[in-house]
């Protein structure tokens, strides 16, 4: 993976000094972030200058159909990308203890010491491959406790209690990965990511293969994080449950965020046509898909990339729209819907 240079800094050492637009200071902050991965004969345009900023007590879902780039942000967040990526543009952290990493720049060693885990946990997409396939649940966990500080006598009692939490039962915890089904592998991604206790979660798609009281289990769980002061960035499908937890809502599409809303004015009055068409697709709205299909992210149009799918669309859409920057409410649209968003 190629980035831009790494540096560990204090807070107060200049630049946004972690205060988003709404003067809060953030503790995630996502400036111009871009990702590509180069092909043989083509560059995929994974994630393309985002903007985000998540605060303390702040979930954040990433909603978007599949393949927009929501995976791809939340692992150059981590440093998890491969070696075809080059990752350009900012993502600071500010550390409740005052450091502020520079994500996109940071050391490998940086990263594995400081962040990963630590400041910054991951519910993978895919836990099934995540997970040791030599260790049991309860090996893992207590492993993942005591490397966080946690005593050997202290670590079994947590590590039940985290699997509690997430809803599997102690006796699941005895089980290798491959003995477990997708929903029970999901559940104990979440338990170990949340371990270690991180300010900052990031959960992609951490329902997978839940039934639906396991679903809102889960949700809720996320939910309280947020309530007694952590941070999450949800990466959903599922409108739903971004509705029934997010505080904010960042749309993705083809690579960009397209919209960033508080949850209910972005469910009450989408300003994005996409946002839109997302709603309307939804089964209790008018169960009407979005026309078209998305772009190839290997040919991405100069202009708008939803315009080929836009009943809007006009010839100023053949120009970018500016992105959301900042903090919520803004929309990338030439021809928003919600009168008065500002464009
Ligand atoms: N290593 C890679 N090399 C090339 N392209 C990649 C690589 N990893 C991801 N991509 C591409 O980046 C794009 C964004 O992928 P990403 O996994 O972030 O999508 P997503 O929005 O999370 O979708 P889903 O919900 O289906 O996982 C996709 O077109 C994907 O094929």
Same mark, same amino acid.
């Given at each position: 993976m190629t980035t831009t240079p790494g540096t560990v800094d204090p807070a107060d050492s200049g630049g946004t000094g972690g205060v988003g637009a709404g003067g809060r200071p953030g503790l995630l902050e996502v400036d111009g972030l871009t990702v590509r991965f180069q092909l043989r004969d083509a560059v995929v345009q994974a994630v393309t200058d985002l903007h985000l900023t998540v605060h303390p007590g702040e979930l954040l879902a990433v909603v978007g159909e599949s393949g927009c780039g929501k995976s791809v942000l939340a692992h150059a967040l981590l440093g998890l990308l491969p070696g075809n990526a080059t990752v350009t543009g900012q993502a600071r952290l500010h550390r409740p203890t005052g450091e502020r990493v520079d994500l996109t720049g940071a050391s490998e060693r940086q990263l594995a010491r400081v962040v990963r885990? *630590?400041?910054?946990?991951?519910?993978?997409?895919?836990?099934?491959?995540?997970?040791?396939?030599?260790?049991?649940?309860?090996?893992?966990?207590?492993?993942?406790?005591?490397?966080?500080?946690?005593?050997?006598?202290?670590?079994?009692?947590?590590?039940? *209690?985290?699997?509690?939490?997430?809803?599997?039962d102690p006796t699941d915890l005895d089980r290798y990965p491959h003995e477990l089904s997708g929903g029970m592998a999901q559940r104990l991604a979440t338990a170990l990511a949340l371990a270690p206790d991180p300010p900052l979660l990031l959960a992609d798609e951490p329902t997978t293969g839940l039934d639906r009281p396991l679903v809102d289990h889960t949700l809720d769980l996320l939910r309280r994080?947020?309530?007694?002061?952590?941070?999450?960035?949800?990466?959903?499908?599922?409108?739903?449950?971004?509705?029934?937890?997010?505080?904010?809502?960042?749309?993705?599409?083809?690579?960009?965020?397209?919209? *960033?809303?508080?949850?209910?004015?972005?469910?009450?009055?989408?300003?994005?046509?996409?946002?839109?068409?997302?709603?309307?697709?939804?089964?209790?709205?008018?169960?009407?898909?979005?026309?078209?299909?998305?772009?190839?992210?290997?040919?991405?149009?100069?202009?708008?990339?939803?315009?080929?799918?836009?009943?809007?669309?006009?010839?100023?859409?053949?120009?970018?729209?500016?992105?959301?920057?900042?903090?919520?409410?803004?929309?990338?649209?030439?021809?928003?819907?919600?009168?008065?968003?500002?464009?």
């Open positions: 885990g *630590r400041a910054v946990g991951l519910v993978p997409q895919s836990p099934a491959t995540a997970l040791n396939p030599v260790r049991t649940g309860r090996r893992l966990l207590e492993e993942t406790l005591r490397a966080h500080g946690h005593s050997r006598r202290e670590a079994p009692a947590a590590a039940e *209690r985290v699997a509690a939490e997430v809803g599997l994080r947020c309530d007694s002061g952590g941070a999450v960035l949800l990466i959903t499908h599922d409108l739903a449950a971004a509705r029934r937890v997010a505080d904010t809502v960042a749309v993705m599409y083809a690579s960009r965020i397209v919209e *960033r809303r508080p949850t209910a004015e972005l469910f009450a009055a989408p300003a994005h046509p996409y946002t839109a068409g997302l709603l309307d697709a939804l089964p209790e709205r008018a169960f009407r898909p979005v026309p078209g299909h998305p772009p190839m992210l290997t040919d991405l149009p100069p202009g708008c990339a939803f315009a080929p799918r836009c009943g809007r669309a006009t010839d100023v859409c053949r120009t970018p729209p500016a992105p959301p920057a900042g903090g919520p409410g803004r929309v990338a649209c030439h021809h928003p819907l919600t009168l008065g968003a500002p464009a």
